[in-house]
């Protein structure tokens, strides 16, 4: 063979560069699935609200600003942020996370329709502020103003780290530290140190997730005989005591509220076996509160024709489809 002709090879790249450039291929890979889904799928892409998707995009320019501030070197922040943003909306835990707080916020927004006049002062938890109860009070008043701290931000297109999992966090820590490691040639200690410092002081104990469910727990909720009523608890409360009940990450449970029938959520108050007639309401403020056609609900008597067992291994099934979800994490 002629090797002469052979055409030219072209000049060796840096085998940093070309692992880099490797990495970051493999990195961008994790959102093909979703982007795929939404072009093969047009149903799944039109469920998603503009409203909703702009909100979460705030949410990841507000965990990608926090980042930024807690972690990257002095004079550098203008230009990684939008590159923080993007290993922010990489991490498919997250983004399913944001997109549901968004989805949260919107509902509290139109807790009026439901007759809660402010979504972060439901009844069932101002009641017990002044509980004798001295744990209770705290708790409840904990979580009054945590919520309140939500809905405000939520507002101005912000959100607490402490909405995120503890794991969720440090998975975004690593992959920062990784990218700045590699692309601003930053000292690794210094870089370890600032982490450190950042996860050292996330405390979940002080997090809203937590004081939901921690309210839940002290309370007892849910409970036999407890009323379901969106206007006596709102819509936050609502959907921690169900994935209290259900051991379904409180994200995936307010996804439910995209369906157009509210078929999961049926599925899921069924279930944990809540009478038709007042699953039937609770769908119905749900539907309100998400601007949703009634007529396309379910009616309590569709609802009593769900056998108990048979939700209970459905909703077994969406557990056991949620690989990426901490266990024991339910919120």
Not at 270 to 284: F, N, Q, S, T, W
């Amino acid at each position: 063979m002629n090797t002469d002709m052979a055409p030219a090879r072209p000049a060796q790249r840096d085998v940093g560069a070309l692992l880099r450039h490797a990495d970051e291929q493999a990195r961008a890979a994790d959102g093909v699935p979703m982007l795929v889904r939404q072009r093969l799928v047009p149903d799944i892409a039109a469920s998603l609200r503009e409203d909703d998707l702009s909100v979460a995009g705030g949410f990841a320019d507000s965990v990608a600003r926090q980042l930024v501030e807690a972690l990257c070197p002095p004079g550098e922040s203008v230009e990684i942020a939008p590159i923080v943003r993007d290993i922010v909306l990489a991490d498919s835990t997250v983004t399913r996370l944001l997109h549901a707080r968004a989805i949260e916020a919107r509902l509290c927004r139109n807790a009026p329709m439901v007759g809660l006049a402010m979504a972060e002062l439901p009844p069932r938890v101002e009641a017990h502020v002044g509980d004798a109860q001295d744990e209770l009070a705290e708790a409840a008043m904990a979580l009054i103003v945590a919520q309140s701290r939500f809905i405000g931000n939520a507002q101005s297109f912000a959100i607490d780290l402490s909405e995120l999992p503890p794991e969720a966090l440090s998975a975004l820590v690593r992959r920062m530290l990784g990218w700045m490691q590699d692309h601003l040639q930053a000292s690794p200690l210094a870089l370890r140190q600032k982490a450190e410092a950042l996860l050292g002081q996330f405390d979940e104990r002080r997090g809203r997730p937590h004081r939901l469910m921690r309210f839940c727990h002290l309370f007892a909720l849910p409970r036999a005989g407890d009323t379901w009523a969106l206007s006596e608890n709102g819509p936050s409360l609502i959907f921690a005591m169900l994935a209290r009940a259900s051991g379904l990450p409180a994200d995936y449970i307010i996804d439910m509220a995209r369906d157009a029938d509210l078929a999961r959520l049926s599925v899921l108050l069924r279930g944990y076996d809540v009478a038709p007639d007042v699953a039937a309401r609770l769908i119905e403020g749900i539907a309100m509160l998400a601007s949703l056609r009634l007529e396309g609900l379910p009616s309590a008597a569709t609802l009593a024709a769900i056998v108990q067992d048979d939700a209970a291994r459905m909703i077994a099934s969406w557990r056991n489809q949620l690989p990426l979800t901490p266990l024991g994490s339910v919120w």
